[in-house]
């Protein structure tokens, strides 16, 4: 029995969908059909009941996924024994948040090129809902996100907790004053990050607390425009320390004191725990100790 076989059916147990395998597998739909029809001859059992818009294990197909996915660890355990490294060759399909992009990747690429130098690694930068929802379909081996993800199959790796600040520009009403009140604050329009992330959805909370039960909320998945709009003096600001300070420094962007303190963005390199996902695991533990020494040169 092959092992794409195996994967191919172990990779169709959690899609549920043969595009989605295919799209996975780099291969065609017709292959993925044909892969598993020959499994289930070969076994004479029926693996998968199929409907018109998707498939699900039966219980025969419940059973061999268990001694599916042992197998395909056994394989990897054997080509390692006898100095066969079925990861030191392939792609890293990794997901990375802008603030991570900006802070510890290059550190991260450098270490994993020099573990890995036969490796590529694939760079996708978005917000860490589109990057959870790719690690659980299987678009991505890794992500470096705001976390921790609770999901069954998947682990997380503390790697940095970042302060976050306001920020406004620095001919912005709220510039020149010590501290800025809720309701002045409120006045404003406020940047925060994606409606559905978990900054956003902390600030709601705070301001809600603190009487403000309308705010004039502007959601961006990305902190470079976050930064422009706030440039143009159009809204308040929120962002990570480290990501502002650059544009501090240019005196393009000022810090603000108010009675909202904004919680700290934690972030995590999270992974699929399964058989044939071991260099994710090993790049994750890459990442944790690059965040570290960033962290220990800030320090």
């Given at each position: 029995m092959k092992r794409i076989t195996l994967e191919t059916f172990v990779a169709l147990a959690h899609l549920r969908h043969f595009g989605k395998v295919a799209s996975q597998l780099n291969t065609t739909q017709s292959t993925v059909s044909a892969r598993i029809a020959g499994l289930e001859s070969d076994l004479g059992a029926e693996l998968f009941a199929r409907t018109s818009n998707s498939v699900a294990?039966?219980?025969?197909?419940?059973?061999?996924?268990?001694?599916?996915?042992?197998?395909?660890?056994?394989?990897?355990?054997?080509?390692?024994?006898v100095g066969l490294d079925p990861y030191r060759e392939g792609t890293l399909r990794l997901g990375v948040s802008e603030t991570l992009a900006s802070?510890?990747?290059?550190?991260?690429?450098?270490?994993?090129?020099?573990?890995?130098?036969?490796?590529?690694?694939?760079?996708?930068?978005?917000?860490?809902?589109?990057?959870?929802?790719?690690?659980?379909?299987?678009?991505?081996?890794?992500?470096?996100?705001?976390?921790?993800?609770?999901h069954a199959l998947i682990a997380n790796v503390p790697l940095l907790e970042l302060p976050m600040i306001w920020a406004v520009a620095p001919d912005h009403p709220l510039a020149a004053t010590d501290v800025v009140t809720v309701e002045a604050l409120a006045a404003f329009p406020i940047l925060s990050y994606a409606m559905n992330s978990?900054?956003?959805?902390?600030?709601v909370e705070s301001l809600r607390l603190a009487g403000v039960q309308t705010p004039r909320l502007f959601s961006s998945n990305a902190l470079g425009a976050s930064v422009a709009i706030a440039e143009a003096k159009l809204a308040v600001c929120t962002a990570p320390q480290i990501y502002a300070a650059p544009y501090i420094e240019a005196g393009k962007l000022v810090e603000i004191t108010t009675p909202i303190v904004l919680n700290p963005l934690s972030f995590t390199a999270s992974y699929r725990t399964e058989p044939g996902n071991d260099l994710a695991q090993e790049a994750a533990g890459i990442a944790a100790m690059i965040a570290q020494d960033w962290k220990s040169l800030r320090s």
């Open positions: 294990l039966t219980p025969k197909g419940r059973e061999l996924l268990t001694h599916a996915t042992e197998v395909i660890a056994s394989m990897d355990r054997m080509s390692r024994a802070t510890i990747l290059p550190g991260f690429i450098g270490a994993y090129s020099q573990q890995y130098p036969n490796s590529s690694v694939e760079i996708i930068v978005n917000n860490t809902a589109f990057q959870r929802d790719q690690l659980v379909e299987r678009g991505l081996d890794l992500a470096l996100l705001m976390g921790p993800i609770s978990r900054p956003y959805i902390e600030l």
